[in-house]
Antibody, heavy 124, light 107 residues
Framework: QVQLQQWGAGLLKPSETLSLTCAVY????????WSWIRQPPGKGLEWIGE???????NYNPSLKSRVTISVDTSKNQFSLKLSSVTAADTAVYYC??????????????????WGQGTLVTVSS | DIQMTQSPSSLSASVGDRVTITCRAS??????LNWYQQKPGKAPKLLIY???SLQSGVPSRFSGSGSGTDFTLTISSLQPEDFATYYC?????????FGQGTKLEIK
């Protein structure tokens, strides 16, 4: 059974850097993209970016200038850093596995395993 | 960006009701459409992938349909545990995007 366990600082001041890590237990670490997704209180879901085991990344253009996602394959972990945070970055942050499948000449991709979420609050 | 628009934003229904939620993409996404259920304080849970494929372990009262730009999630007979918020999400584009959510409440 695949499990994602995440951790990191929950309270930041404006201009600081958010740092979260997600560890993957069970299953393969390679062959997937590993994503970060956030959800402001009472609002919807926003995809932040993703990384694979080789270190190839994709980022949401709206956050790209402030985001770095890295991977440590020796520990089956990946991490998120978001710089220069403001109150607008207050949210629950989730890590998730992005799985791609191919069939009948077509394909699909989806988030099938999620971490438990970490509330990050930015306040002076 | 591919914009995903859900309707309605909220919905009141009773146990046993048949419920349909709609998701529209701003451009064709083939069948790269997924549905998630989220309960308060919990991570989203995958229900349907590839527009109509039921994720393992998800009750068969959930079904999905559609392709291109218009998609639906149907719950055939609402159960008490189904009251939650539902999100659609497209993976056609590398910039993954979600709908704004549909909150399903008890009438």
């Amino acid at each position: 059974q695949v499990q994602l366990q995440q951790w990191g600082a929950g309270l930041l001041k404006p201009s600081e850097t958010l740092s979260l890590t997600c560890a993957v237990y069970g299953g393969s670490f390679s062959g997937y993209y590993w994503s970060w997704i956030r959800q402001p209180p009472g609002k919807g879901l926003e995809w932040i970016g993703e990384i694979n085991h080789s270190g190839s990344t994709n980022y949401n253009p709206s956050l790209k200038s402030r985001v770095t996602i890295s991977v440590d394959t020796s520990k089956n972990q990946f991490s998120l850093k978001l710089s220069s945070v403001t109150a607008a970055d207050t949210a629950v942050y989730y890590c998730a596995r992005h799985k791609t499948i191919y069939y009948y000449g077509s394909g699909s991709a989806f988030f099938d395993y999620w971490g438990q979420g970490t509330l990050v609050t930015v306040s002076s | 960006d591919i914009q995903m628009t859900q309707s309605p934003s909220s919905l009141s229904a009773s146990v046993g009701d048949r419920v349909t939620i709609t998701c529209r993409a701003s451009q064709s996404i083939s069948s790269y459409l997924n549905w998630y259920q989220q309960k308060p304080g919990k991570a989203p849970k995958l229900l349907i992938y590839a527009a109509s494929s039921l994720q393992s372990g998800v009750p068969s009262r959930f079904s999905g349909s559609g392709s291109g730009t218009d998609f639906t999630l149907t719950i055939s007979s609402l159960q008490p545990e189904d009251f939650a918020t539902y999100y659609c999400q497209q993976s056609y584009s590398t910039l993954r995007t979600f709908g704004q959510g549909t909150k399903l409440e008890i009438k």
